[in-house]
């Protein structure tokens, strides 16, 4: 079972417009909708578009929570674990006009040690063979709590795949990762080396792949992606030369199309080439990717080895 944990999830109040924004006037939308937000969250959505169930772990708490719970219940496949909470889970602001996208998220709540605790229980019941994904911002009050709980899936067998703060993840790669997933800013502070280009970015994957990270994966400017693992380092590019519809959520449905691929492959380079699919899919969609997109991106999607020498 893949169990995906989104410590600060959001609510996402989306406002289009097809008109400029003008700060300090009055601006008004011409279309509405929420979704509910967070990184973890992406990844359980596109998951559940390809047809494999996850398990949603994190926290939602206040007047939002039941609105959230309602959002998700479109998608069949997403189970609902949270850790009820007393502070309102946060509301972002979404808008999307004719100048480029506009958002404004919120802090959101605080997390108690109960609070944290009550998610460690939970995240003690995943077993050997389970897929925890830990993805979006770990508050840093909760970081040491964060690595312990991790630590004891680790020893559990259970396989852990990080998209979150460069520190805990730096902290972490000693202990044995499944998958990484991350930028080069992050990736920077992960291996302590300045990068500056392809070269410096490829150079930095291997040596996170290295460090402890089995699959380690970076987005370059959302336009490709690298992969450092036991079969070499490989790229695939993410935008074809057309200007993307929608980056939000590119490399979570990375993500979500490694994991399912490699559930079924156990290979990982296929794996890549099949969660590079999902991410141009996102790309080029207005949402999350669909099925139906992400396959007609993976008949032409090219995955590429680098030598050793770059």
Known sequence: MIFTCTLNPSLDYYLESDKNLSPGKMNRSQLEYYEAGGKGINVSIVLNNLGIPSRALGFLGGFTKDFYISLLAKYEYILPHFTYINGPTRINIKMRTADGPTDINAAGPY??????????????????????????NTPVYLAEDVKEMLKKAIEQEVKICLDTDPELIRDMLAYGLFLVKTTPEELSVMVDQKIENEQD???????????????????????????????????????????????????????????????RSKDPVDSFRFGASCGSATAYSRTLATREKIDSFYEEKEVTEIPEAA
Do not use: W
């Open 201 to 263: 970015c490829i150079a930095a994957v291997r040596e996170l792949h290295k460090r402890g990270a089995a699959n380690a994966i970076v987005v370059y400017d959302n336009k490709k992606a690298f992969i450092s693992c036991d079969a070499g380092t490989f790229e695939a590019v993410l935008q074809e030369g057309i200007a993307a519809v929608n980056t939000v959520g590119t490399g979570d449905s990375l993500v979500a199309g490694f994991l399912m691929n490699y559930l």
């Open 111 to 136: 997390i108690t040690p109960e609070d944290m605790n009550n998610l460690e229980n939970k995240a003690e019941r995943l077993s050997k063979g389970d897929y925890l994904v830990l993805a979006g």
